[in-house]
């Protein structure tokens, strides 16, 4: 996207600003540097006024930081430019074959779309597909398939986790791989259940759906499980051990190849629903899938904003990454990098590779760096285009409130819109700040030896110093000073902010999961 020369003057003048405007708020200045006398804590921040553009605090803004889940600012942002509020995500599906009667002599043929949120645990009815599918075979009359479910896949590659992930998330669920075919967040519910006299039993759950297990588990005084298709359609082989008198664990195994578990789901749903199909399913990646094929209708998600909204309140890894990987070609989802994103921002603010390099769509990878100034200059863009400011500000939680950020303290004449990013050795805030019906955006990132407490507490601290009269404490930033009193008359001052908040809410893989 080519730069309109008045966005490219406006760029510039937030520049020059950014470099010249002094600190008016020496004190809100000294908060960071206090934190930054702990060993091994570097800090970044940058608030701008977002009518005039004015910088009004800037801190190291020039500097490349790890933004942990930051990023999905930017890949939301993105996905929102790009597809659009109203998007949906689309899984058409076909009949290949001759029905007569009852029979179909063919295959059920659905074509994957990448989505992201297809029987997730933040949907509600996560078992739509099925009940969608066989509304739609029962209108044709259709209760027996000659042949099986063949899932479409030839615009996608097979499934493999972004090489930059650490090998220890690659296990959890928040590490799950993505694909173009996903279910239930790309990972498995295991209820985990062991006791002295009978063996130990594992149930398997994907998506709200009992899937039926082979097992061959044994006690012992750790557990660690594999999870894996065997040669019957339906059917999962769990292996391993389970520790002894457990009763009731919960685990999020997370799957290896969610393809496949997609077509066990279905494959077991449809054919609990009545749907004999007589093959066991399979996946075609190679060519277009061949003959004739009678779409009989399409599965849809919910819109853009919504999953948009979930991804941002919930910091839902596999939702970003599944909005990174859908926008790009089928050779930049080799990569496993977020490449349409990455350059739709670069193009569009002019932002250098020093400026913003994320390496991926959800900012699980230690090695995304990007600079306050750039994720700053996305925010501006993101509030002063008419398209995507009112989606992208209702897709953030508020503070004090709901979401991940909700446990976060902000002075009472402050309602913040705001996503949080925290892995190891990174903690930051960005979104929007409404005082005194002024609206700011605001950057705050801290790398290094941090402890996570103590940097949330020092972004209260700055904020308390940025917008109340309120003095410092003299002793150092400790993980106490969390303004609790704050956020109890914050709760009571509420209804005072109207404007454009009162319209916000109206592996290793598969290694072995412990």
């Not at 995304?368 to 400011?389: N, V």
């Amino acid at each position: 996207m080519l730069l309109r020369t008045p966005l490219l003057l406006l760029l510039t003048v937030f520049s020059l600003t950014a470099k010249l405007y002094a600190q008016p708020y020496p004190e809100a200045i000294e908060v960071l540097h206090r934190y930054e006398l702990r060993p091994g804590v570097r800090v970044t921040a940058l608030v701008r006024d977002l009518q005039t553009g004015e910088v009004v605090l800037a801190h190291r803004t020039s500097e490349a930081f790890r933004p942990a889940s930051l990023v999905k600012i930017a890949t939301t942002g993105a996905f929102l430019a790009l597809r659009g509020q109203d998007y949906r995500f689309h899984i058409p599906i076909m009949l290949r074959g001759q029905v007569e009667g009852e029979t179909l002599h063919g295959d059920l043929v659905l074509k994957a779309s990448a989505d992201p949120s297809l029987g997730s645990h933040y949907i509600p009815n996560q078992k739509r597909l099925i009940s969608e599918v066989k509304a739609l075979l029962d209108a044709r009359g259709i209760s027996r398939i000659t042949g099986g479910l063949v899932w479409d896949l030839h615009e996608f590659p097979r499934p493999f986790t972004n090489e930059t992930w650490p090998d220890e998330d690659l296990d959890e669920y928040y590490g799950a791989p993505i694909a173009g075919l996903n279910v239930a967040d790309n990972y498995a519910d295991l209820y985990l259940f062991s006791s002295d006299e009978d063996s130990p039993v594992a149930e398997t759950n994907i998506a709200s759906l009992l899937i039926p297990t082979r097992q061959e588990l044994v006690r012992s005084g750790s557990t660690q499980l594999d999870l894996t298709p065997t040669s019957r359609p339906d059917t999962l082989l769990i292996s391993g051990t389970i520790r002894e008198r457990l009763s009731g664990r919960h685990l999020r195994w997370t799957m290896p190849d969610p393809p496949s578990y997609t077509s066990i789901w279905l494959n077991e749903g449809l054919r609990l629903e009545g749907i004999d199909l007589q093959q066991r399913p399979t996946l075609s990646y190679d060519e277009p899938l061949t003959g004739k094929l009678d779409t009989i209708g399409y599965y849809t998600s919910l819109p853009a904003d919504t999953l948009i909204k979930i991804t941002n309140f919930r910091s839902s890894n596999i939702y970003a990454e599944g909005f990174a990987y859908a926008l790009n070609n089928y050779e930049q989802r080799k990569t496993g990098q977020p490449s349409v994103m990455r350059s739709y921002w670069r193009e569009r603010l002019g932002l250098t590779p020093d400026e913003f390099y994320p390496m991926d769509g959800s900012g699980l990878s230690p090695e995304g760096r990007l600079s306050s100034g750039a994720l700053s200059l996305i925010l501006s863009e993101l509030w002063r285009d008419q398209a995507l400011h009112k989606p992208f500000l209702a897709s953030l939680p508020e503070a004090g409130v709901e979401g991940t950020v909700r446990s976060l303290s902000t002075p009472s004449s402050v309602t913040a819109y705001l996503k949080s990013g925290s892995m190891r050795g990174v903690r930051g805030y960005a979104g929007y700040l409404n005082h005194e019906d002024k609206w700011y955006s605001i950057v705050y990132i801290a790398n290094g030896s941090i402890n996570s407490a103590e940097a949330k507490a020092t972004f209260s601290q700055l904020l308390t110093r940025l917008f109340t009269n309120q003095p410092l404490p003299s002793t150092p930033i400790t993980v106490k000073q969390t303004f609790h009193k704050e956020k109890k008359s914050k709760l009571h001052s509420k209804k005072k902010h109207t404007h454009s908040a009162e319209k916000h809410h109206s592996s290793k893989r598969k290694g072995k999961k412990r």
